[in-house]
C-alpha cells in the first residue's frame, strides 16, 4: 500500500525540489500513533520549509506541513484509538520531523489535540498554526488587562493568515479594529471579519526619531515584526500591550526602551510551536467559541498537494489572502 506525500529533495547545495510522490509505510518517522491525513495548510512557516537552506529542515528527503487534521489509523498510546479525529499543529513537525503534507503522519500522540467539538477536520486545518497563534495573542492581550473599552486594537499583516483570523476573533469579541494591509484591495475583505478601519502599511512601516507618538493603540496583534513593530510600540497608549507573533516584514526590532519605561507598553512574546497539552486545549475551545465560522470560510482558499510549492512561494511574498487549506487526498 501506497501514500501521496509532497517530498522536498535537495537538488545541490543551494537548490531544493518539491514533487508529489507516491511512498511506502516503511517511509513513515518514528512515533506511535498513525494518522490517515484529510486537510493540511500553507502557513508561512511552511513557505520557509519548502525553500533551500531555512534553517527549519534538517534532513532531505523531508515531508513539509507544520500542521494537519485527520482520523487516527493505528495508535500504542491509550489516549487515541483507530477512528478518532485529531489535530496537530506545532512541535518542530514539518521541520524536524515529517509533516502533514501527507496523506499519512506518523507522530508521537504527546503532539496531537483530540478535534475540537463543533469543527470538522477542514474547517481545523482553515484554523492551523496561524489561527491558533491569532487566540493565543488575543489571550495574552487580555491576560494583561485589554478590554474593548479600552480603545482600538491594531492587527499588522491583516490580511495574511494570522492577521485575518486576528481580526475575525477580535471584531466578534466587540473590539474596534484598525487592520494594518499593504493591499488596500482587501479593504472590503477586512471590513467584511469585522476591521473598523483600514491603515495604509506605508504609513507605519517604517521607525520615526521619536521614540514616542501619540498614543493610539490600547492593544496590538503583530505579525510583521521589524520596523513596523518598533513604530507601533511607540504608538501605544499606557499600559497597552503588543503580543508579538511573527516576522513577515523582519526580525529585527530597532527600537528603545523609552516606550517601555515612560509608557509602561509590554511586549508579549507569543510561541504556537511548544505549548503545554492545557494551554492548546484551552485555546482551541477559545477558538470555537470566539471565531464566527462563517468569516472562517470566507477567508479559505482550497489547493492541492501539486499545488503548494508555487503558494509556498507566494506566501513569503505576502500574497496569499486569509488561509490556505491543502486537501491531501
Ligand atoms: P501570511 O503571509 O499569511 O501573512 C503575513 C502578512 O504580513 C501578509 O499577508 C502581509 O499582509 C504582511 N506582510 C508581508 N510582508 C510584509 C512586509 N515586508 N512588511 C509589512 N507587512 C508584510 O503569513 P502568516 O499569517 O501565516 O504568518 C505571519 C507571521 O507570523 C510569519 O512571520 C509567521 O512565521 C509568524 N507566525 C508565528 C507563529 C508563532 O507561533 N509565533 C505562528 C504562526 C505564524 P498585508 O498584505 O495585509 O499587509
Not at 503534507?101 to 478535534?115: E, G, I
Request: with cysteine; net charge negative.
Amino acid at each position: 500500500m501506497t501514500f501521496k506525500a509532497l517530498v522536498v529533495e535537495q537538488s545541490g547545495e543551494a537548490e531544493v525540489s518539491a514533487t508529489v510522490q507516491q511512498l511506502t509505510e516503511d517511509r513513515l518517522p518514528s512515533g506511535n500513533v498513525t494518522v490517515a491525513v484529510e486537510f493540511s495548510t500553507v502557513n508561512y512557516k511552511d513557505g520557509l520549509c519548502l525553500q533551500p537552506k531555512n534553517g527549519l529542515v534538517r534532513e532531505y528527503p523531508h515531508v513539509p506541513g507544520i500542521d494537519f487534521a485527520g482520523t487516527v489509523e493505528t495508535s500504542d498510546d491509550l489516549r487515541y484509538k483507530p477512528g478518532d479525529q485529531v489535530v496537530l499543529t506545532g512541535w518542530r513537525v514539518g521541520e524536524t520531523h515529517w509533516g502533514g503534507l501527507s496523506q499519512k503522519a506518523r507522530v508521537n500522540a504527546d503532539w496531537l489535540v483530540p478535534l475540537p467539538d463543533g469543527l470538522t477536520t477542514k474547517q481545523a486545518m482553515a484554523i492551523g498554526t496561524a489561527g491558533f497563534a491569532a487566540v493565543l495573542a488575543v489571550v495574552a492581550l487580555e491576560d494583561h488587562g485589554l478590554k474593548p473599552d479600552r480603545g482600538e486594537v491594531l492587527v499588522t499583516g491583516a490580511a495574511g493568515g494570522v492577521g485575518s483570523i486576528a481580526t475575525a476573533i477580535l471584531g466578534n469579541l466587540g473590539y474596534e479594529v484598525a487592520a494594518v494591509t499593504g493591499r488596500p484591495e482587501t479593504e472590503d475583505y477586512l471590513k467584511s471579519l469585522g476591521a473598523s478601519r483600514i491603515v495604509a502599511r506605508s504609513d507605519i512601516d517604517t521607525v520615526t526619531k521619536r521614540p514616542l507618538e501619540s498614543e493610539t493603540w490600547a492593544g496590538c496583534v503583530d505579525a510583521v515584526g521589524g520596523e513596523m513593530l518598533a513604530r507601533v510600540i511607540g504608538q501605544m497608549k499606557y499600559g497597552g500591550s503588543v503580543a508579538a507573533v511573527g516576522l513577515a516584514g523582519g526580525a529585527k526590532l530597532p527600537t528603545s526602551v523609552i516606550p517601555f519605561l515612560l509608557r509602561g507598553v509590554n511586549l508579549l512574546g507569543i510561541d504556537s510551536v511548544m505549548q503545554p497539552y492545557e494551554n492548546r486545549l484551552r485555546a482551541w475551545q477559545r477558538i470555537a467559541t470566539d471565531l464566527p465560522l462563517k468569516k472562517l470560510d470566507a477567508m479559505t482558499h482550497s489547493a492541492t498537494l501539486a499545488d503548494v510549492p508555487t503558494l509556498a512561494t507566494e506566501i513569503l511574498k505576502g500574497n496569499i489572502r486569509g488561509r490556505v487549506v491543502v486537501d491531501v487526498n
